[in-house]
């Protein structure tokens, strides 16, 4: 195929293809094998996003009325753990229409708020689509008027599934067949804002009015030691807090509660919604302007710039007495930025913890929050 790249910063990454296009490919390349029984070296599909992809054909079988293709999938220079497996797609002629489902190695939905039903095989719609019109365009091809029934599978993908996050969005047995745009961009974020936007469409789907945010395996330790009865309702947004409170917006939330080790949630104090480091650090920044703020002297705040961490810097504020004003005022910032950030369409809060201190810091709405998760 003709090779696509993208920036990322100074680095030059080449894409690769989704599952999605791979099941469309492996069909159209079986039903081209079935109809014409001839095997197929390489097969041609157009992506959503407009993209020519030749794609080479690795397994060819044809058995009595059904053939088998396959195509490896290509992530290109993303670390997708997919990258390398196998899509297959067995296709059979009937009658009419056209019959997508998955076999071995491909998912079934259990929970509502998914891309498909429960019960359904998790084959998202776009990927339903693209298979949908590589059958028609063969059908036309070879001047086929009937049907296809076409079983999507993937060696190995039920052990793969358990290395994605599948098991926890209520998606068993296998992989899912993904891709919005067919193609896949290396160190794309959408990806992970998409596990997120799903994950609280879930917890939607469920009737939950609040949606409770972590930021990563510290905040879920956290609230399974401290309210285990809400451990079941986390959606992990990892650093990506200013765009998952706007997804909880979207989705009809009425109230979003983070809850974050201080180490992440400080960046919040100076508006910065994506904690990632790549994006902004700021921690110290952060602190050292809570404590003008806070009237703590010069002397202490210049040995906050030596800090590696924010602990480590909460050691030296705790020594000199200042530690407490110094929070008071990080907590009014932080709870200024979620309330700018929200804009009034929900009521939002936060909760923010440090094992080292047995610290626990909460905004204005943080408790009702809680007791609206509770209920």
């Given at each position: 195929m003709e090779e696509n790249y993208i920036y990322s910063g100074t680095k030059k990454l080449r894409c690769g293809y989704t599952t999605g296009s791979c099941a469309a490919a492996a069909a159209q390349a079986a039903a081209e094998m079935l109809l014409t029984r001839q095997s197929v070296?390489?097969?041609?599909?157009?992506?959503p996003k407009g993209v020519r992809l030749l794609l080479p054909v690795h397994r060819c079988e044809l058995s009595g009325e059904k053939a088998l293709c396959s195509v490896i999938k290509d992530s290109g220079d993303d670390p997708d753990i997919t990258n390398g497996i196998e899509v297959c797609a067995e296709v059979s002629l009937t009658e009419s229409g056209i019959?997508?489902?998955?076999?071995?190695?491909?998912?079934?939905v259990t929970k509502a708020g998914l891309d498909q039903p429960v019960g359904e095989s998790a084959i998202n719609s776009i990927p339903r689509r693209m298979i949908t019109q590589a059958l028609e365009k063969v059908a036309e091809m070879c001047?086929?008027?009937?049907?296809?029934?076409?079983?999507?599978s993937v060696p190995g993908g039920e052990e793969l599934a358990l290395k994605t996050f599948n098991p926890r969005i209520g998606i068993v047995g296998g992989i899912s067949i993904i891709g919005t745009t067919g193609i896949v961009e290396p160190m794309s974020n959408a990806a992970i804002i998409e596990t997120i936007r799903t994950e609280a469409n879930i917890r939607r789907a469920e009737g939950k009015k609040a949606l409770l945010l972590t930021v990563g395996n510290y905040s879920e330790k956290y609230i399974f030691e401290n309210k285990p009865q809400l451990s079941e309702q986390c959606v992990m947004c990892s650093n990506f807090i200013g765009d998952a409170i706007d997804i909880g917006i979207t989705l009809g939330f009425d109230s979003i509660l983070i809850c974050g080790h201080i180490g992440k949630m400080i960046k919040l104090g100076s508006g910065i919604m994506n904690t990632h480091s790549s994006y902004a650090d700021g921690r110290m920044e952060t602190l050292i302007a809570c404590g003008v703020l806070a009237g703590v002297e010069n002397s202490v705040l210049c040995r906050l710039t030596d800090c590696a961490t924010t602990d480590a810097a909460l050691d030296i504020l705790y020594e000199n007495g200042s530690a407490k004003t110094v929070l008071?005022?990080?907590t009014k910032r932080i709870d200024g930025y979620l309330q700018a950030r929200a804009k009034g369409s929900a009521r939002i809060g936060a909760v923010i913890f440090s094992y080292k201190k047995d610290m626990l810091l909460k905004t204005e709405y943080a408790?009702?929050?809680i007791s609206q998760l509770e209920g």
């Open positions: 070296g390489t097969t041609e599909i157009i992506t019959e997508i489902t998955g076999g071995k190695g491909v998912g079934k001047e086929y008027r009937s049907g296809f029934r076409v079983v999507v008071d005022v990080l408790d009702e929050i």
